[in-house]
């Protein structure tokens, strides 16, 4: 299983339950709906008739110890997922299976689970009273490039992303990455980001921000990006 492991500034994600055309200011910067990404009828789990949806919203206390990776295993019920999880994970559904999405050591294994994936070390999280690991999951089509490319944004916090299908370029102020089918990819706290997707197939994958759970994920920026993910 591939995945990338990026040091410096990379940022990512895509759609949240919020994003807006950056030129233009919102009457609240947080509550604009270019691109809705809603809660789904079943908590946990994004429907077929919704291509974005907000799977969890884990609150907790306390950082583990870092350097922080995010840990992605399987397990055969949610129950099993949710025994074998820490204050800072999540458990979710996504294409078939169930997803347990924990913030920890590198190394570090749940009992019982399917290990997948590590990606990190993740960028520092701002310290905070209290933290919220928001999970969402975007199954898009390249018909939806020319709106997500618009939906420039930061993130009050790290974001990290793992894909099932596709492919996507995120460029920053500091350069352009990409991410294929079966890799991850992250960015750090307030770091202006346009996601583009790449090619002729679905992008469709886990995002995650880690965050101060007072303040807002996401944000509208009025950074003006140069096209990189197109060249």
Same mark, same amino acid.
């Given at each position: 299983?591939?995945?990338?492991?990026?040091?410096?500034?990379?940022? %990512? #994600? =895509?759609? /949240?339950?919020?994003?807006?055309?950056?030129?233009?200011?919102?009457?609240?910067? !947080?509550?604009?709906?270019? *691109?809705?990404?809603?809660?789904?009828?079943?908590?946990?789990?994004?429907?077929?008739?919704?291509?974005?949806?907000?799977?969890?919203?884990?609150?907790?206390?306390?950082?583990?110890?870092?350097? %922080? #990776? =995010?840990? /992605?295993?399987?397990?055969?019920?949610?129950?099993?997922?949710?025994?074998?999880? !820490?204050?800072?994970?999540? *458990?979710?559904?996504?294409?078939?299976?169930?997803?347990?999405?924990?913030?920890?050591?590198?190394?570090?294994?749940?009992?019982?689970?399917?290990?997948?994936?590590?990606?990190?070390?993740?960028?520092? #999280?701002?310290?905070?009273?209290?933290?919220?690991?928001?999970?969402?999951?975007?199954?898009?089509?390249?018909?939806?490039?020319?709106?997500?490319?618009?939906?420039?944004?930061?993130?009050?916090?790290?974001?990290?992303?793992?894909?099932?299908?596709?492919?996507?370029?995120?460029?920053?102020?500091?350069?352009?990455?990409?991410?294929?089918?079966?890799?991850?990819?992250?960015?750090?706290?307030?770091?202006?980001?346009?996601?583009?997707?790449?090619?002729?197939?679905?992008?469709?994958?886990?995002?995650?921000?880690?965050?101060?759970?007072?303040?807002?994920?996401?944000?509208?920026?009025?950074?003006?990006?140069?096209?990189?993910?197109?060249?």
């Amino acid at each position: 299983m591939r995945y990338f492991v990026l040091s410096a500034c990379i940022s %990512l #994600v =895509l759609i /949240l339950p919020y994003h807006t055309v950056a030129q233009t200011t919102p009457e609240h910067p !947080t509550a604009h709906a270019l *691109v809705p990404c809603g809660d789904p009828p079943t908590p946990g789990k994004r429907p077929a008739n919704m291509d974005c949806a907000v799977l969890a919203r884990k609150q907790f206390p306390v950082l583990p110890k870092g350097p %922080l #990776v =995010l840990r /992605l295993e399987n397990f055969l019920t949610v129950e099993a997922a949710q025994g074998a999880s !820490t204050p800072a994970s999540a *458990v979710v559904e996504a294409v078939g299976k169930v997803w347990l999405l924990t913030l920890g050591s590198k190394g570090e294994r749940s009992q019982g689970g399917n290990f997948v994936t590590e990606i990190g070390p993740i960028p520092a #999280v701002p310290q905070a009273p209290r933290y919220e690991l928001q999970v969402s999951e975007a199954n898009f089509g390249p018909e939806m490039n020319a709106l997500v490319s618009k939906a420039v944004h930061t993130h009050s916090g790290p974001e990290i992303w793992y894909l099932f299908t596709g492919e996507q370029c995120l460029e920053t102020p500091n350069g352009t990455v990409r991410a294929r089918a079966g890799e991850g990819m992250f960015a750090p706290a307030e770091t202006p980001m346009q996601l583009n997707f790449i090619g002729p197939s679905k992008r469709d994958a886990l995002f995650v921000i880690v965050h101060d759970s007072a303040k807002p994920a996401t944000t509208v920026s009025n950074w003006m990006p140069k096209g990189t993910c197109q060249k």
